[in-house]
């Protein structure tokens, strides 16, 4: 019969609030429960007051990183890449904006700026290194770090790789407007890795899935002249 009436009491405990409100009394009248209890709030409460001031000073230094991000750029459109990687004494470049800044949104994209950048330069290696640090979930740039990671590649006859990347461009997010640059890009890796039938389904899939890109006409001339090859 006590076993029972242990049961009921939890019974009573889940449906009257009444019990549950004593039942917490009782708990909290037990100093060691107590202080349990207020030690377990402090900790709570110190972590909403960190994650508070960490995305404060996280706002604030994307705030200056931006602005310092916006110079940088500028250099890299006018093709001066030694002042967009490393500023001009007066404003930062993207690499001392990625050490300055490190996780703003701005130094993320300074990795892409950085690597595209050293890709320009011929520094493959450093080009393929930003670009994989860097992240987004933007449909067009993430994409557009894939193709520059294959294209570096490419520059170094690594045509494996360089199809890695390319495939990867080409199966982010799929687009009208860059998958079929991406497309080309892998049918010429492709071609040039000897994947002669691989590169003439590559340009065969410009033809049926992007009928109105500009590439039409290049993918249709490609795809008969691999496969004549292939054969």
Do not use: W
Not at 138 to 152: E, K, M, N, P, S
Request: net charge negative; aromatic share 12%; glycine share 6%.
């Amino acid at each position: 019969m006590a076993k029972k009436k242990k049961k009921d009491e939890g019974i009573q405990v889940l449906e009257d609030p009444n019990a549950i409100v004593d039942k917490a009394n009782e708990f909290l009248s037990n100093k060691r429960n107590k202080g349990l209890v207020f030690g377990i709030g402090g900790v709570i409460a110190l972590a909403i007051v960190a994650f508070s001031g960490y995305n404060y000073y996280i706002t604030s230094q994307n705030t200056t990183a931006q602005e310092e991000l916006f110079q940088a750029q500028y250099y890299f459109e006018a093709d001066s890449l030694g002042l967009a990687l490393n500023g001009d004494g007066n404003s930062y470049g993207f690499l001392e904006i990625i050490d300055e800044f490190s996780g703003t949104k701005a130094a993320n994209l300074s990795r892409f700026y950085a690597g595209a950048s050293y890709l320009k330069l011929g520094a493959f290696d450093e080009a393929i290194r930003y670009l994989n640090d860097f992240s987004s979930n933007d449909y067009l740039i993430q994409a557009r770090a894939y193709a520059l990671v294959g294209d570096a590649y490419t520059e170094q006859d690594n045509f494996d790789n360089a199809i890695d990347y390319y495939q990867k461009a080409v199966n982010y997010k799929p687009n009208k407007s860059f998958t079929p640059i991406y497309l080309k890009k892998l049918a010429i890796a492709q071609e040039q890795n000897g994947n002669l039938q691989d590169a003439a389904d590559t340009y065969q899939s410009i033809e049926k899935e992007y009928p109105q890109s500009p590439l039409i006409n290049d993918a249709k001339k490609h795809k008969a002249r691999l496969q004549a090859l292939a054969q």
